[in-house]
């Protein structure tokens, strides 16, 4: 779509197939592993054909990046409609379209005020956002600029996942957080693994990482935290684990890394809890329909107990609070679980 709609009609003479070619070819190579590709090229179309709509979005990056998520009739999403208008009301009418097209497909927000929902646009929530596409406030930057050295790319967090040894692990994610890009991190693991669930591919590899990233949680930092709609810092953990344990697809061998991560004092008694939560959130217990998985009961009543065999030394931890006292008593519920032979 991309290229047909939108560059094709761009390239009317020779002349324009090579001025587009060389200004890829050098942004390529210094960008390869830090952009989405098809992203570069799209842009680069922008900078060679339309140069004043290149210059200007740097200046309205908090416009363009980011999902729609717009209620009917809503004022942000006609205040984006009016700024469009205005930044390409000056287009010549024959590259009008071609450049609209290449627009909508690199901003979502962009397709979704100009197409309103027509098939063939790309649209992501903002879980989903990967690692190195121009509407990922995190990276619009690079489009810009040949180089930003103290950026998290693409080439270092596949690193990381893939092929770092698992003694530099701890040490890489300390030093990301403290230089404010574990969240950013955390995205991109995210967006890595989502499409793989219940593949077990990399299945090795992601008990590692859990094993490495889930005992030093509490010593990682939200570095979104200031902004008012950062994602709670404690939910990225819940989804992080939960993206990761489902691309194994079998049952028993997820409770098994979980009970390994369990049995890890390492690991604070809330963050247990928290990742319990999610599992039981996945296996439906306690509903009170058919739907409930019952044949995983007996998995998660372990958990608990390994939970509930620390309450005693929790109850009395500075660290953990009284809080976390009550959500153990929470989780076990006794007033449901009291007919299940494993609860004692």
Request: with cysteine.
């Amino acid at each position: 779509m991309l290229f047909h709609a939108g560059i094709k009609p761009l390239l009317t003479t020779v002349r324009d197939v090579i001025r587009l070619n060389n200004t890829i070819s050098l942004k390529y190579a210094f960008l390869a592993s830090e952009v989405d590709i098809s992203d570069l090229i799209g842009i680069t179309a922008i900078q060679v054909f339309a140069p004043h709509i290149y210059s200007s979005l740097p200046l309205y990056k908090e416009n363009f990046c980011g999902s729609p998520q717009y209620p009917s009739g809503n004022q942000e999403e006609q205040e984006l409609k009016t700024l469009y208008d205005n930044i390409t009301q000056d287009l010549d009418e024959h590259i009008k379209k071609p450049v609209t097209e290449v627009l909508c497909y690199l901003f979502p927000k962009v397709s979704s005020i100009i197409k309103k929902g027509i098939s063939g646009v790309r649209y992501h929530n903002s879980s989903s956002q990967r690692l190195g596409n121009i509407y990922n406030a995190n990276y619009f930057d690079r489009y810009f600029s040949l180089s930003l050295d103290n950026s998290l790319s693409i080439k270092e967090a596949q690193n990381i996942i893939l092929f770092m040894n698992e003694e530099q692990i701890k040490e890489t994610l300390l030093r990301l957080d403290a230089k404010k890009q574990i969240t950013l991190f955390l995205d991109y693991l995210n967006a890595f693994f989502a499409p793989l669930k219940k593949t077990d591919k990399y299945k090795e590899r992601i008990v590692s990482l859990l094993l490495q990233i889930i005992p030093i949680w509490k010593e990682l930092h939200d570095a979104d935290a200031a902004n008012l709609f950062s994602y709670p810092w404690t939910w990225r953990m819940m989804n992080t684990v939960d993206c990761l344990l489902w691309v194994i697809n079998d049952e028993h061998e997820r409770y098994l890394l979980l009970e390994n991560i369990f049995k890890n004092p390492n690991v604070s008694t809330s963050i247990k809890i928290r990742v319990l939560m999610g599992y039981e959130k996945s296996h439906k217990r306690f509903l009170e329909s058919d739907e409930k998985e019952k044949e995983y009961d007996e998995h998660i009543f372990k958990l608990d107990n390994v939970i509930a065999r620390n309450r005693g030394s929790l109850a009395g931890s500075y660290g953990e609070s009284i809080f976390s006292f009550f959500a153990i008593f929470e989780k076990l519920k006794p007033w449901k679980c009291w007919k299940q032979r494993d609860f004692r």
